[in-house]
């Protein structure tokens, strides 16, 4: 049998140690009647990422109001 040269992303459970070790989950909460779920999946629809679109509009904002340096 070959040699697994990908080393341990084949192991039980790397990918959720992974995504611990490299990534943070911040949830959100949206009222219903706001209607950003609804522009959200009109993001969706278009092609876009919606994680990456939040992303992009929260570093944009936090650069902004002056929380954030600009890279």
Do not use: F
């Amino acid at each position: 049998m070959a040699e697994n040269r990908k080393g341990n992303r084949h192991k039980p459970g790397y990918v959720d140690r992974y995504n611990a070790e490299m990534y943070d989950n911040i949830r959100i909460r949206v009222r219903k009647d706001s209607g950003i779920r609804d522009a959200l999946w009109k993001v969706a629809e278009s092609g876009q990422s919606v994680n990456g679109y939040v992303l992009s509009a929260t570093e944009a904002k936090l650069i902004a109001d002056g929380y954030m340096p600009k890279k």
